[in-house]
């Protein structure tokens, strides 16, 4: 399935509401799972300084990249899972 800008734009508009509120989520959540931005980094195959960048507020992560945050974030929640699943 091939979506425009437009309508990827309202996907994420929908689900995140807007980058900055997209960021603050992704910094609870990474705080609280106890990730790092080193491994978010290493998942979604983003430059650490990028990433950081992001969570600290100086530039703001485009739709795409949001997207592609998106699926780094759920590879890192599958891998938690299977390693609470291991155990």
Known sequence: MNLTVKQLA???????????????????????????????SAVSGFDVGNVNRWMRGHVRPSLKNMLLLDEALERIIEEKEKEVSDV
């Open 10 to 40: 309202n996907i994420i508009e929908h689900r995140y509401g807007d980058p900055t509120a997209f960021i603050k989520n992704l910094r609870l959540w990474l705080n609280k799972a106890g990730v790092t931005q080193t491994h978010l």
